[in-house]
């Protein structure tokens, strides 16, 4: 499976912005798909998961309420709309598949190259 990250980028405090994940390699309808993120000197963490059907999601405490995933099983994607943007959403986001609904990075078998957002104060 490979996935391309896209749509980082530098925002202002309370902007928005959409990533998206195209996957490769597997039919994309049988894969859990998920964002973590990793900001400097801290280790990668959750942010959202998303089932096969896009039923079940999931996300963190501290993106719930700002965050929506989705996906589009007929065009092999998923997305991260991210509104209400602080800074300490500052990180490397990376797109992950292929984990269970887990929300740990152990959890998946397949990962992203990542895309930075920065958020500025």
């Known amino acids: 499976v490979q996935l391309q990250a896209s749509g980082g980028g530098l925002v202002q405090t309370g902007g928005s912005l959409r990533l998206s994940c195209a996957a490769s390699g597997r039919t994309f309808g049988s894969l859990t798909m998920a964002w973590f993120r990793q900001a400097p000197g801290k280790e990668r963490e959750f942010v959202s998961y998303?089932?096969?059907?896009?039923?079940?999601?999931r996300y963190a405490d501290s993106v719930k309420g700002r965050f929506t995933i989705s996906r589009d099983n007929a065009k092999n994607t998923v997305t991260l709309q991210m509104n209400s943007l602080k800074p300490e959403d500052t990180a490397v986001y990376y797109c992950a598949a292929d984990g269970l609904l887990g929300t740990v990075v152990a959890d998946y078998d397949y990962w992203g190259q990542g895309t930075q957002v920065t958020v500025s104060s």
């Open positions: 998303i089932s096969r059907s896009g039923v079940a999601t």
